[in-house]
């Protein structure tokens, strides 16, 4: 009880904690919904290569901006151009059949990677930050990193809640819904542009490296608790948003590293979901 | 082969809303990037409203392009393909008059939508971005699974469904917008003899009573023979006949005992020779 009252009142004490518990519930919330079209959809390993690719975007950033103001902002406007580029190359690469989808990810995600390696050995200076964006610092984010977190986060959900059913139909059966008149290519690049702003939501809390597990996990989890989709987006969302919170309050207590706890706490209640599952069958 | 259908020669002499010509193709011929030979060659086919016609002929014949270029997937390499009096790829809002239903479904049998949600997916594209589904469109939704005997499976995962469950659910999709024009690909592989005599009944009887006009893809000639009115031959070239030119009753016994192929070799010689004579 006595570490529970800590937790709280390190919450009302310090803005670094309320602001991680914050961008935990949104990264959570946005991550958890994404999930479930990622695992409908099987965009695992797009999502995979999106977040890869924003290493070359972030490691671009500190490199531009390494000692101006407001670096946060631009590193998180670069990374969302670097990654929406890298989103719109591997749709049109894999769309037209150029190469096939699989190529197209490895091939843009490894050069990103290796572009990301170039912009920081040009830097010449220490570049101890890199690993808050590689694995997820969440008592670092600012607070101008949650007013643009919520801001794309906001975005995101909006433009779900305005294709919902596009989207689906899309997810469903891409030949069917081209036939019956809907705009698929069109969906085809907002799936992916959704991935993209919500991997850059993501960095700062997870970082590149985790973010896929968060755009996963949820959603297949929900998957195995539930054949209706909606409810799947429902499931997704409450197991995102708790994992997160379970994770931050563990990583606090334990001092272990939160992102990396929150997958861990994500991936036990994927085991107890198959466990469920096995049981119930 | 590299004239398309902008510049063809060959006219159509489309008039009025399109309606009463659902499909018109003439002088159709395709081929797929580096093929030594054409899929499709010079085909003339013609589907008046209201018809109930079958398209038949051997796999690799070309039904299948046939209809993905009817449908605006694929361009013609020549030729002039009008649906509804307008080329398949600028049908725009017309393609909601369009039912398809094709001969296997696309997609992942774990993914999570119930048949409703699969019917309800026909009305999306008349929906409009941005808006609900409306109760009336729910309602229509449950009529049609009602008519195709599937009313109690309104929550059931459609990957959890039967084959001919799964394509009657898809039907009523297709018949959500009130198409006229209803294209069916070989709806019928996989069900039991049973269930594709109760299935063409069904097909048979939106075309009766509702006026749709029915293209059917089928390899039963023999089940889909007492419903449809005109039978097309597809072979590289379309073959047309009406049901009594070519299914008489010794073709039909034929059929009946099972020698469909022997019937479409014999089909396919009569075929050869006709070009053969250069007619």
Partial sequence: MTSQISFLESLQTFEFMRNAFLAGIIVGVTCSILSVYVVVKRLAFIGQGISHSAFGGVALALFLFQDSVGADLKVNIVTLIFCLLVAALIGWASRGRRISEDSAIGIFFAVSMAAGVIFIAMRHRYTGEVFSYL??????????????ITILAVLVLGVIIAFFKEIFFFCFDERLATISGLPTRFLHYLLLILLAFTIVISIKVVGIILVSAFLVIPGATAKLLSASFKKMLVIATALGTTSSLIGLYASYHLDIPSGATIVLVQFAMLALAMLYKRLRA | MDTNSENCSIELATSGDGFEKPIEVAGLSFAYPQALTPTLLNIDFELSKGAFLALIGPNGGGKTTFIKILLGELEPTEGVVRVFGRVPSELNELRAKIGYVSQKAHFDQSFPASALDVILMGSYFETGLFKRISRAKKKRARELMERFGIADLENAQIGKLSYGQQQRAFIARALMPSPKLLILDEPTVGIDTDGQALFYEKIARLNHELGITIMIVSHDIAQIAEHVEEIA??????????????????????????????????????????????K
């Avoid at chain 1, 694995?135 to 643009?148: E, H, P």
């Avoid at chain 2, 030119?245 to 006709?274: G, M, P, Q, T």
């Fill in chain 1, 135 to 148: 694995f997820g610092d969440i008592l670092g984010v600012s607070s101008v990193d949650i007013a643009s």
């Fill in chain 2, 233 to 278: 031959c597809l072979y590289k070239t379309m073959h047309w006949h009406s049901k009594s030119e070519l299914v008489n009753e010794e073709v039909l016994k034929k059929i009946r005992s099972c020698e469909l192929d022997a019937y479409l070799k014999e089909h396919l010689r009569h075929i050869e020779e006709f070009h053969r004579s250069g």
